[in-house]
């Protein structure tokens, strides 16, 4: 599977985000806090819910997703925050931007499952994309 590599840092990136997203949840201040609250609350929740999806595709081609802190840290290029009070730019920024770096690697996942015809991974990957896309005009909106 030529894909490993990136799937193993696409889910690795999606246990970091579960944690980091929560941070942001739990610290997040400001005016509009309520309505960040519940975004990220969501956020997480989507992030693990594809967290075990991508991990259930390694089971289903007979291989082992990365199950340790350890090698998630290692294979995770979403860097994590110290924990502090975040103001709502703060946290839509880091949002965005990690949802940015999600985008562009669900499409190379997917680019390249295409080619070797597993269309199982590309279309998850399609609706990864998908939600993607849709997050980041609601981000580029709430920064306005």
Known sequence: MKNKE?????LSNLAVLVTKTHNLHWNVVGQRFMAVHEFTDKLYNYYFEKFDEVAEEFKMKGQYPLAKLSDYLKHATVKEIDVKDFTIPEVIDSVKADMELML?????IREIAVAEDDF????????????YVKQLWFLNAMSK
């Open 6 to 10: 990136n799937l193993d840092r696409y």
């Open 104 to 108: 562009a690697d669900a499409k190379k």
């Open 120 to 131: 199982t991974i590309s279309n998850l990957m399609e609706d990864h994309v998908a939600y």
